[in-house]
């Protein structure tokens, strides 16, 4: 769901905690608090996963693979 090429290595702690941030706000009752919510909608963000944040980001499509290159092998 996370555009390509936007999370590295460093980033996993940081799905990891927007994970349980949803899972709180779907298994519980009493949802979320309100500083949860802002901070899930940060980190949702900070992936570009926000359509307003998916647009600021600059990715290259990938270009399709030239199969001539696995004959130059």
């Given at each position: 769901m996370v555009p390509a090429d936007v999370l590295k290595r460093a980033d996993?702690?940081?799905v990891e905690l927007a994970s349980c941030l949803m899972a709180k706000a779907i298994k519980t009752n009493k949802g979320v608090t309100a500083a949860e919510l802002n901070t899930l909608r940060s980190l949702l963000a900070a992936m570009?996963?926000?359509?307003?944040?998916?647009?600021?980001?600059?990715?290259?499509?990938?270009?399709?693979?030239?199969?001539?290159?696995?004959l130059a092998d």
């Open positions: 996993p702690w940081c570009g996963m926000t359509p307003v944040d998916r647009s600021k980001m600059s990715i290259q499509a990938e270009r399709p693979k030239n199969v001539f290159t696995l």
